[in-house]
């Protein structure tokens, strides 16, 4: 026995090497694998440049981490500490799929990164948004439609914004803005849990209107009440409800809850075609909640 005791150790010791150096064998494979399958999509889309100082791989959930991420495209530039893809698809020029969270993001308050939300953001005194995003969606090329799972932006300045829904009528592989004539709206769900964001907006408007944050507040919790009996009046119960459920969250912001599941697809076009908002409560099945920060959802 004693014999074959060195035989035995120097295969385990052998062994142990063997699975060691494949296993680093494999990263380095798969790294170098997933950097070039990276390098390949930014590079079908013109002036794309990606920069970032680690690429890490997880053998077990498959996802992809980059650290201290740069992206650049012409004027617009894209910071984060971390970005995590779970989920990416590379058949397509324009992802069917994608599943990423992103840490730490930075994006400068101007036009190119956020069209006409620029000017809104700027007279609410920010300078560039920081938070942590997430975006989960899916797109059936057969049936035309985008679903989108998560969209999440959380921001220590403003608050926590998640949109869930989903959308027929479009096509992101050709997507151009006349094609928008075609969108329609399946259902949505939107939250946002504030944490400034009301504050910002209501010492803007108390700014142009030479009064204090409160008597704004109260102000604009009044014309919502208005509103609200405006729809009582004709008779629009789930309008009046939404707009009383509106005026509670400016009166006490706390997390606001808008919910539409219609029983048909709604196209886009509809909102443009003269109705008002009443009647466009009524047609989405519109639920509006009010709930009281930390209320469980």
Request: charge should be negative; include cysteine; proline fraction near 4%.
């Amino acid at each position: 026995m004693k014999k074959w005791l060195p035989r035995i150790s120097k295969f385990l010791v052998a062994f142990v090497l063997f699975v060691v150096l494949f296993y680093a064998g494999m990263q380095w494979y798969v790294h170098d694998t997933v950097e070039k399958g990276l390098q390949e999509a930014v590079e079908k889309v013109p002036d794309m440049e990606l920069n970032y100082s680690r690429l890490d791989v997880n053998f077990r959930t498959y996802a992809v981490t980059l650290t201290e991420v740069d992206l650049r495209k012409g004027d617009e530039r894209f910071f984060a500490d971390k970005v995590v893809f779970s989920d990416f698809d590379q058949r397509h020029e324009v992802p069917h799929a994608m599943s990423v969270k992103a840490d730490g993001v930075v994006l400068p308050v101007d036009v190119p990164h956020l069209g006409p939300l620029a000017s809104l953001f700027k007279e609410l005194g920010m300078v560039e948004l920081r938070g942590d995003c997430t975006l989960d969606y899916a797109f059936d090329p057969g049936k035309n439609a985008l679903q989108v799972q998560d969209f999440r932006f959380r921001s220590p300045e403003l608050g926590d914004f998640t949109f869930r829904g989903g959308f027929g009528g479009v096509n992101i592989d050709e997507f151009r803005p006349e094609s928008l004539v075609g969108l329609q709206i399946l259902g949505m769900d939107i939250s946002f849990a504030d944490s400034g964001l009301m504050d910002r907006v209501l010492d803007v408007y108390s700014m142009h209107r030479n009064m204090d944050r409160e008597e704004a507040r109260a102000f604009v919790s009044s014309e919502v009440g208005s509103l609200a009996a405006a729809a009582k009046v004709q008779g629009n119960e789930q309008a009046m409800q939404a707009f009383l459920n509106l005026g509670e969250f400016v009166k006490d912001p706390g997390t606001l809850v808008i919910k539409a599941t219609p029983e048909e697809p709604v196209p886009w076009l509809y909102f443009f075609m003269g109705r008002d908002v009443f009647e466009s409560i009524r047609l989405l099945d519109l639920l509006v909640e009010s709930r009281a920060a930390g209320e469980e959802q």
